[in-house]
């Protein structure tokens, strides 16, 4: 969907406040700020609100943001309805602006702080929503303590990502509140609403190209079965890549295959696998492009005839590769981990490879908040294990199915037009602002929560002036 919707001006004003470092690297390779940045230009295109408010961390990301969508804010009708704020002046936005409501980027960072200043300044009563991307480090976990304290209110809610997001944060945020509740704290828990929103992708921007000219950009060859493993290319926060090598060459007893590796490289990690597929005689069947630009990336979806996700990390949370994957037609073989399981139907639009992970980590929960956090995150992951039996058998069965991969691949697309696309996870995310607001009128008789986070600057320096 490339046009506008055309019912601008309804439904009142947006906030949306966030770290907008994704605006720094444009080439966008990590999942978090392609997010970030695809849900802001998804509204300046799709919403229906009277008026977004954007606040900015400080003056200097003005231009970078003006730059990044300027294209969206030039467009007739955007200049009185787009409007930048410093966030330094979000206390007297809320003083004087009837707000819908306000999202936060992030939760770690905003949800918590965004509530207080709600609970401080508004004179009437909306919610305050946020999205989480990566859950599992320990910072993240130890600031939730803040979202069972009081501040978030009824209406106020989390847009988990997907089923395991949610199941996630509220065994968390339980366990978090029973435990403030031994001590004493009868009032702990979280007040607020848990919410699965997806992420979304642009359809439109998958599927144009056809697998010659693709495999021609590239600068391969047609002729093999090809997979595609597109993402980080680490194994400390995406997924170890070396035992589905293994599995390549066991495929090629089978078929003329090949396996691509692409994405943002850390650590040398996309060298090493250069070194392991020559040792394992795959140097012409493994094709590695590393920080590739984004121009790339619809060459890269359509030179495959499927997608792979082996993923066993506990950072992934959604899998915004996957849906680029169905968008772009192709089925996806993926581990049945996290988020994944929400995206991928099994034996419709792909498979999901059987995961084995322990129930309990032992020595490692104990070291978790002491370790670097990309240890900690690879100590983690290599406790995660795949079924890579059954992942042969179901790549040999899709190399030798071609009807079956166009089947899948439809269905796929379909899936992403009908409940992923931009168009329909902003209509989500603005009739659950309504909703909550709505609620939020009902409760306006509400005591206002105490504000937990803190003395102020004025209590906490004033020693240090003369």
């Known amino acids: 969907m490339d046009a506008l919707r055309q019912d601008k001006g309804t439904g009142g004003i947006l906030g949306v406040v966030g770290g907008f470092d ?54 007739p009708g955007q200049e009185n309805r787009v409007k930048l704020l410093p966030a330094a002046g979000l206390p007297a936005a809320l003083e004087r602006t009837p707000y819908l409501a306000l999202h936060a980027t992030e939760h770690h960072r905003f949800f918590t702080e965004l509530c207080h200043l709600r609970n401080q300044w508004s004179a009437k009563p909306f919610p305050v929503t946020c999205t989480p991307h990566s859950l599992n480090p320990w910072e993240g976990h130890l600031r939730n303590i803040y979202k069972v304290l009081p501040g978030p209110q009824p209406f106020d ?44 992708v642009e359809a439109d921007q998958f599927g144009k190209m056809d697998q010659e000219s693709a495999l021609a950009r590239l600068g391969l060859p047609s002729g093999p079965f090809t997979l595609l493993c597109l993402g980080r290319l680490t194994p400390t926060d995406k997924f170890d890549l070396m035992p589905l090598l293994g599995v390549l060459k066991l495929l090629r007893e089978e078929c003329e295959a ?41 060459a890269l979806y359509a030179a495959a005839d499927i997608f792979i996700s082996p993923a066993d990390n506990l950072q992934e949370t959604f899998g915004l590769s996957i849906l680029e994957a169905m968008a772009a037609g192709l089925p996806v073989v993926a581990s049945d ?81 009908s409940h992923f696309d931009w168009p329909v996870v902003v209509g989500r995310m603005e009739g659950l602002w309504q909703e909550l607001s709505a609620q939020a009128r009902l409760a306006k008789g509400q005591a206002p929560a105490p504000n937990v986070l803190g003395a102020g600057l004025g209590t906490l320096f004033n020693n240090f002036f003369s």
């Open 258 to 298: 090949r396996l691509i590796l692409a994405g943002a490289a850390h650590e040398g990690y996309a060298l090493e696998l250069k070194h392991a597929a020559y040792a394992m005689g795959l140097a012409q069947a493994v094709h590695v492009f590393p920080d590739f630009t984004g121009e790339m990336k619809p």
């Open 337 to 417: 981990f996290s988020g994944y399981r929400d995206l991928v139907e099994e034996g419709k639009t792909g498979f999901l490879i059987p995961t084995l992970g322990p129930a309990d980590f032992g020595e490692l929960d104990a070291a978790w908040p002491v370790l670097a956090e990309h240890i900690a995150a690879l100590q983690a992951a290599q406790r995660t294990a795949l079924d890579f039996d059954l992942l042969l058998e179901r790549l040999t069965r899709l190399a030798a199915a071609r009807e079956l991969r166009e089947e899948m691949g439809r269905r796929g697309r379909q899936r992403v037009l």
């Open 157 to 200: 809610a989390i847009f988990c990502t997907s089923t395991a997001a949610k199941e996630h944060l509220k065994k968390g945020l339980d366990a978090l509140a029973a435990g403030l509740r031994g001590m004493g704290l009868s009032q702990a828990g979280y007040a607020g609403r848990l919410e699965v929103v997806p992420l979304g």
């Open 22 to 75: 994704e605006l720094a690297d444009l080439e966008l390779r990590l999942g978090r700020k392609v997010a970030n940045f695809s849900l802001v230009t998804a509204l300046l295109k799709y919403s229906t609100l009277s008026e977004l408010h954007f606040f900015l961390p400080f003056f200097g990301a003005l231009r970078p943001f003006e730059k990044a969508y300027g294209h969206l804010l030039n467009r």
